[in-house]
C-alpha cells in the first residue's frame, strides 16, 4: 500500500510544536515587557533629580524643583521639564518629609473623594476640571488670576489657601465645595498634585495651556 503524502497544514506534530514556538515567545515577550514596564513607572529618587536624570514618575522631593511643561518635538507633545530647585512652602524637604506629605495629599484625595467630581490620570468624573496638570495651569502662575485674588505670593500657597475656603474664590461655574480641608491636608493635597504634574503622561491630558498668555485668550484650564 502507499504510504499517503499529507499536507503539513494537517499535520498534528507541526501544529503541536508551533503552539510550543509561539506559546514560548509569548512569555518571553510579557516577561520583557513586564520588567520594562516596572522600570518605566518605578519612582526616582533624589540622586536622579540631582544628576538630572529623567524618570516617567520622579522621586518625592521633585516638589523641591521647579516644574515647567515644554513642546518636545522629538515625541510630537508636551513633556515635564524638571529645572532648579525652589522652596515649597518656604523649605526644602527631606526625602523622609516628602515622602510624607505625598502620602497625606494621596489620602487626602481619597477620603475627600475628588474622583466624585474631578479627573486624575483619566481616571474620575468630568463634572470638574482634570487635575493631571493642575500644579501647572496658568490661572495658579505668577501674573494668573488665584495669587492676586487670594493674597498669596507662590502657587502653593494660593492653591491651599482656595483648597481650605473655595466658596470665597469663585473660579468655575461648577463651584468647588467646602470639604473642610485642613492646613496640613490642603498643604499634602498641593504637593501631590505638584509631584503628579511632574508625571510624564505622554502628553495627557492635550491641548493643556501652558502660559499666562494663553490663560489670558482662551480660560483656566482646572480650578
Given amino acids: 500500500m ?4 499529507l499536507s503539513v497544514w494537517t ?4 501544529w ?4 510550543a514556538w509561539v506559546t514560548g515567545f509569548a512569555t518571553m515577550l510579557l516577561i520583557w515587557l513586564t520588567f520594562d514596564t516596572m522600570g518605566q ?3 526616582g529618587t533624589e540622586a536622579d533629580l540631582a544628576k538630572g536624570i529623567t524618570k516617567r514618575v520622579p522621586a518625592p522631593t521633585v516638589i523641591n524643583y521647579h516644574i515647567d511643561y515644554q513642546m518636545s518635538e522629538k515625541r510630537g507633545h508636551e513633556v515635564p521639564v524638571i529645572g532648579k530647585k525652589q522652596p515649597f512652602f518656604g523649605k526644602e524637604w527631606s526625602e523622609k518629609e516628602a515622602a510624607a506629605l505625598l502620602h497625606l495629599g494621596k489620602l487626602t484625595s481619597q477620603a475627600k473623594n475628588c474622583m466624585n467630581c474631578h479627573t486624575l490620570l483619566g481616571n474620575g468624573a468630568y463634572y470638574a476640571p482634570d487635575l493631571t496638570k493642575a500644579w501647572l495651569d496658568p490661572a495658579w502662575q505668577k ?3 488665584m495669587q492676586p485674588m487670594t493674597g498669596k505670593n507662590t502657587v502653593e500657597e494660593a492653591m491651599a489657601e482656595f483648597l481650605q475656603h473655595p ?3 469663585p473660579t468655575h461655574a461648577r463651584m468647588m465645595p467646602d470639604l473642610k480641608i485642613t ?5 499634602g493635597l498641593v504637593a501631590f498634585l505638584k509631584h503628579m504634574s511632574s508625571i510624564d503622561t505622554n502628553g495627557f491630558p492635550r491641548n ?3 502660559t499666562v498668555e494663553q490663560f489670558k485668550a482662551g480660560g483656566t484650564n482646572a480650578h
Avoid at 183 to 187: H, M, S, W
Fill in 11 to 14: 499535520s498534528i506534530p507541526f
Fill in 41 to 43: 513607572i518605578g519612582m
Fill in 183 to 187: 492646613a496640613d491636608e490642603a498643604k
Fill in 167 to 169: 466658596s470665597q474664590y
Fill in 2 to 5: 502507499a504510504k499517503e503524502n
Fill in 208 to 210: 493643556f495651556s501652558k
Fill in 16 to 19: 503541536r510544536r508551533s503552539a
Fill in 143 to 145: 501674573g494668573g488670576a
